[in-house]
């Protein structure tokens, strides 16, 4: 069900600095490791919302409509095309930002929770990249993405605490040096692109 493929392939999506990878280590830079763990927890269950209706809205459409699954699959192609284009043009993705100090595990849960839990675009990307992994031979598709989405969260947590971990072990580096995360950067817009060419031959 778990292909080495879809592995090695989530772990290059989870690893693009995103939004909550930033979050994750702005908590690192200002305070301690027990509040990196709750901002990775709070950043890891907001993907909950957004899986759920992946696997539903997506099952649905498997079911209903070959036509409308096909303009799905052209609409993800697009956003992921869209995704590696942003990356690789966007100078400033990968820069840190100061934030206010946080006081409390709480907070710090809630605002990691919210910073996912309230972007539609998580959503558009699990149909455009859970999909393409799911055999053709397979009798129960649905659950076969509800597992998919939970390693998938699994994977995130412990990729956001490694962040951390390493945020907090050489913040001073990381904040002198910006060359480096440029051109990791647009590596990572190369990966985005080669996902949305597979999606579009699927």
Same mark, same amino acid.
């Given at each position: #069900? +778990?292909?080495?493929?879809?592995?090695?392939?989530?772990?290059?999506?989870?690893?693009?600095?995103?939004?909550?990878?930033?979050?994750?280590?702005?908590?690192?830079?200002?305070?301690?490791?027990?509040?990196?763990?709750?901002?990775?927890?709070?950043?890891?269950?907001?993907?909950?919302?957004?899986?759920?209706?992946?696997?539903?809205?997506?099952?649905?459409?498997?079911?209903?409509?070959?036509?409308?699954?096909?303009?799905? %699959?052209?609409?993800?192609? +697009?956003? $992921?095309?869209? +995704?590696?284009?942003?990356?690789? %043009?966007? %100078?400033?993705? $990968?820069?840190?930002?100061?934030?206010?100090?946080?006081?409390?595990?709480?907070?710090?849960?809630?605002?990691?929770?919210?910073?996912?839990? $309230?972007?539609?675009?998580?959503?558009?990307?699990? #149909?455009?990249?859970?999909?393409?992994? +799911?055999?053709?031979?397979?009798?129960?598709?649905?659950?076969?993405?509800?597992? #998919?989405?939970?390693?998938?969260?699994i994977l995130t947590f412990l990729v956001f605490l490694i962040y951390g971990i390493f945020a907090a072990m050489i913040k001073?580096?990381?904040?002198?040096?910006?060359?480096?995360?440029?051109?990791?950067? %647009?590596?990572?817009?190369?990966?985005?692109?080669i996902l949305a060419y597979k999606l579009a031959r699927a």
């Amino acid at each position: #069900m +778990i292909s080495w493929e879809y592995i090695i392939a989530a772990l290059f999506v989870i690893l693009v600095p995103g939004t909550g990878v930033i979050y994750t280590i702005g908590i690192a830079l200002m305070n301690n490791f027990l509040q990196v763990v709750y901002a990775a927890l709070g950043c890891t269950l907001s993907i909950t919302p957004h899986l759920l209706a992946t696997v539903f809205g997506v099952a649905a459409i498997l079911h209903t409509s070959a036509v409308l699954f096909t303009a799905l %699959k052209v609409f993800g192609v +697009i956003y $992921l095309l869209y +995704i590696a284009y942003c990356m690789y %043009k966007d %100078k400033g993705i $990968l820069e840190l930002r100061s934030e206010t100090k946080l006081v409390s595990n709480y907070q710090v849960f809630k605002n990691g929770f919210l910073l996912n839990v $309230l972007n539609p675009k998580l959503s558009i990307f699990f #149909m455009a990249f859970i999909p393409q992994f +799911i055999s053709n031979t397979s009798i129960s598709p649905m659950l076969d993405m509800f597992v #998919m989405g939970v390693f998938f969260m699994i994977l995130t947590f412990l990729v956001f605490l490694i962040y951390g971990i390493f945020a907090a072990m050489i913040k001073n580096k990381v904040m002198q040096s910006k060359i480096i995360l440029r051109n990791t950067q %647009k590596c990572f817009a190369l990966i985005f692109a080669i996902l949305a060419y597979k999606l579009a031959r699927a």
